[in-house]
């Protein structure tokens, strides 16, 4: 065996944005050298994305820095986060319809995640993802770096990389694309992004206004969405210092002078301030997947390979669960026990979840895009019905897009080539509603122990083995056995508090370093080739035999690929 070439780094990753932080982090905790390159400085006063949903907070759990991004929050963690629909703000305004505790974001305990979500700007996500980086030692960030070329041979990326209007070359074993909707890897790979774009167009106005939480009577919010006889627009407080957002539905060509902004705002509203305009610009919605994630070493993680509308906040949170994904798999392959299969995994398994997601993005944009009735303000019976009428619409259509558990934490890795499949037809999927399950593909259920500490808590850095009190420890010290033989790092955990059947559904789980279920049965057998990327998974091979069969590891791993 001849030994690898040094190489400057492990993974080059070129963006510093929520998605290449993630990558970085799940990379940088377990000792990978990596390098992230960005070309801008972040923050600046107008967020991108303002929801961290639940499953991103228990990422932020796992890497220990959930309570500071509770320390973020602008307002306090306990400010509702609540959606309110008014024909406008200020006087004179009618509520239509009210979504209270949107996304999960109360700070009370659930029994189906550890972690809230949390409504704070993209931004302040960013700050508190950047500092867990810097405080890895295997990482270095530099912000006036930008990607000039790469090309790759069969072991190495070698990536030129302007920094600060000096050309420097890196090499590494991966590159990563994290760049964005304007992706430069995305360019390099060959790939193209297909389907819709621009199906809608919105403004974003960040402004100073002293005063205004306090000029209405609606009562503390996330979001007022505006719907009156001036058009359609959203309005809510973002940060300290008495800032807010202005989101008006624009026409294709208009745009706003600060001047402009300013007066829309009081028209809008009916509240007359003094309005200080901190930024405005226009973006689009779009709905767009690359035809490929990769080539050879070069990776796309985020918006470089799948832009959705923001009706659900899920776009930023897709691409730090792409960074996960991604990270832990990169990581494992170079540190040896992770196969072939694994960083090919990526994909598989990525893409299938974004269609999904995209697609309840969609779906929630044309509900925003109904037409309004002309005399939606008026006082009068006519105006009565017609603001009942809408009112009813949007409560009976517009949960999906503010309460999206099912979606958040209900999609599976269905069909994953790393994944032990079972029997059956997956689970009914509902975006509103979430209903654990141990499945093999999807989320580990969650469940509090009696200490109040998470079962979540309990998972180990890599794969752990979760047994119920009552397991084998014959079996227990097999997958341990096997796990040596492998070179895969394993934890066991046994809790003894809960009700292992009626939350797992059989005496053994094995869990991925993404919380996701790799296998579960009642008798251990070997999995390891198949879960650490060794050897594909068969859908029809490797589904009940591997959950209930008796017979030996080496029996079991050589009928399936034989089968």
Request: hydrophobic share 40%.
């Given at each position: 065996?001849?030994?690898?070439?040094?190489?400057d780094y492990d993974v080059i990753i070129v963006g510093a944005g929520p998605a290449g932080l993630a990558t970085a982090i799940e990379l940088g905790i377990r000792n990978i050298r990596v390098l992230v390159v960005e070309q801008n400085e972040r923050g600046g006063v107008s967020p991108r994305a303002k929801t961290t949903n639940v499953r991103t907070r228990t990422h932020l759990r796992r890497w220990g820095i959930a309570y500071r991004l509770a320390a973020e929050a602008p307002f306090g963690?306990?400010?509702?986060?609540?959606?309110?629909?008014?024909?406008?703000?200020?006087?004179?305004?009618?509520?239509?319809?009210?979504?209270?505790?949107?996304?999960?974001?109360?700070?009370?305990?659930?029994?189906?995640?550890?972690?809230?979500?949390?409504?704070?700007?993209?931004?302040?996500?960013?700050?508190?993802?950047?500092?867990?980086?810097?405080?890895?030692?295997?990482?270095?960030?530099?912000?006036?770096?930008?990607?000039?070329?790469?090309?790759?041979?069969?072991?190495?990326?070698?990536?030129?990389?302007?920094?600060?209007?000096?050309?420097?070359?890196?090499?590494?074993?991966?590159?990563?694309?994290?760049?964005?909707?304007?992706?430069?890897?995305?360019?390099?790979i060959g790939a193209r992004m297909e389907g819709r774009h621009g199906l809608a167009r919105s403004y974003n106005v960040i402004f100073r206004a002293p005063g205004l939480s306090k000029a209405h009577g609606f009562g503390p919010a996330a979001i007022y969405f505006q719907i009156g006889r001036d058009g359609f627009s959203g309005i809510g407080p973002m940060d300290r210092d008495d800032i807010w957002f202005f989101g008006p539905a624009l026409g294709p060509d208009e745009t706003l002078t600060?001047?402009?902004?300013?007066?829309?705002?009081?028209?809008?509203?009916?509240?007359?301030?003094?309005?200080?305009?901190?930024?405005?610009?226009?973006?689009?919605?779009?709905?767009?997947?690359?035809?490929?994630?990769?080539?050879?070493?070069?990776?796309?993680?985020?918006?470089?390979?799948?832009?959705?509308?923001?009706?659900?906040?899920?776009?930023?949170?897709?691409?730090?669960?792409?960074?996960?994904?991604?990270?832990?798999?990169?990581?494992?392959?170079?540190?040896?026990?992770?196969?072939?299969?694994?960083?090919?995994?990526?994909?598989?398994?990525?893409?299938?979840?974004?269609?999904?997601?995209?697609?309840?993005?969609?779906?929630?944009?044309?509900?925003?895009?109904?037409?309004?009735?002309?005399?939606?303000?008026?006082?009068?019976?006519?105006?009565?019905?017609?603001?009942?009428?809408?009112?009813?619409?949007?409560?009976?259509?517009?949960?999906?897009?503010?309460?999206?558990?099912?979606?958040?934490?209900?999609?599976?890795?269905?069909?994953?080539?790393?994944?032990?499949?079972?029997?059956?037809?997956?689970?009914?999927?509902?975006?509103?509603?979430?209903?654990?399950?141990?499945?093999?593909?999807?989320?580990?259920?969650?469940?509090?122990?009696?200490?109040?500490?998470?079962?979540?808590?309990?998972?180990?850095?890599?794969?752990?083995?979760?047994?119920?009190?009552?397991?084998?420890?014959?079996?227990?010290?097999?997958?341990?056995?096997?796990?040596?033989?492998?070179?895969?790092?394993?934890?066991?955990?046994?809790?003894?508090?809960?009700?292992?059947?009626?939350?797992?559904?059989?005496?053994?789980?094995?869990?991925?370093?993404?919380?996701?279920?790799?296998?579960?049965?009642?008798?251990?057998?070997?999995?390891?080739?198949?879960?650490?990327?060794?050897?594909?998974?068969?859908?029809?091979?490797?589904?009940?035999?591997?959950?209930?069969?008796?017979?030996?590891?080496?029996?079991?791993?050589?009928?399936?690929?034989?089968?």
């Open positions: 065996m001849t030994t690898p070439t040094q190489l963690i306990d400010y509702p986060n609540n959606m309110v629909f008014v024909t406008r703000l200020g006087p004179g305004g009618h509520e239509l319809a009210r979504f209270e505790n949107a996304f999960d974001a109360a700070p009370v305990r659930s029994p189906l995640y550890p972690e809230h979500a949390q409504w704070i700007p993209q931004y302040a996500l960013e700050k508190v993802l950047l500092a867990k980086l810097r405080s890895l030692g295997s990482v270095a960030v530099r912000f006036d770096a930008r990607l000039n070329d790469a090309t790759q041979d069969g072991a190495q990326v070698s990536a030129l990389i302007d920094v600060a209007g000096s050309p420097m070359a890196v090499t590494a074993r991966y590159l990563v694309g994290a760049d964005g909707s304007r992706s430069r890897v995305r360019d390099l600060p001047e402009q902004a300013a007066d829309m705002i009081r028209a809008r509203t009916g509240i007359d301030l003094p309005y200080e305009i901190l930024s405005a610009d226009a973006w689009y919605s779009n709905e767009l997947m690359a035809d490929r994630y990769s080539h050879g070493r070069m990776i796309l993680v985020g918006d470089a390979c799948h832009l959705h509308p923001p009706f659900g906040g899920y776009g930023m949170n897709m691409g730090i669960a792409d960074g996960v994904d991604l990270g832990w798999k990169i990581a494992a392959t170079l540190q040896g026990w992770g196969g072939p299969q694994l960083v090919a995994s990526y994909e598989a398994e990525r893409r299938p979840i974004h269609r999904k997601v995209l697609d309840e993005a969609v779906a929630n944009l044309a509900m925003a895009a109904s037409a309004l009735p002309a005399s939606i303000e008026d006082d009068t019976p006519q105006g009565v019905e017609q603001r009942r009428h809408l009112g009813a619409l949007v409560q009976k259509t517009k949960g999906r897009e503010f309460h999206t558990l099912g979606t958040v934490l209900g999609l599976g890795y269905e069909g994953s080539p790393i994944v032990c499949c079972e029997d059956g037809p997956p689970p009914l999927h509902d975006t509103e509603v979430y209903v654990p399950t141990a499945r093999p593909g999807y989320l580990l259920p969650h469940a509090w122990l009696e200490d109040g500490e998470s079962l979540y808590d309990c998972l180990g850095a890599e794969f752990t083995l979760i047994a119920a009190p009552d397991a084998s420890p014959e079996d227990i010290a097999r997958a341990q056995r096997d796990a040596a033989t492998h070179g895969v790092p394993l934890a066991v955990q046994q809790p003894q508090s809960i009700d292992f059947m009626d939350l797992i559904g059989a005496s053994l789980a094995l869990v991925r370093p993404d919380q996701h279920v790799a296998w579960r049965g009642d008798r251990w057998t070997d999995v390891f080739p198949v879960v650490a990327g060794w050897q594909a998974s068969r859908a029809a091979g490797m589904k009940q035999t591997l959950r209930e069969s008796s017979t030996s590891p080496a029996d079991e791993i050589g009928s399936a690929a034989n089968g």
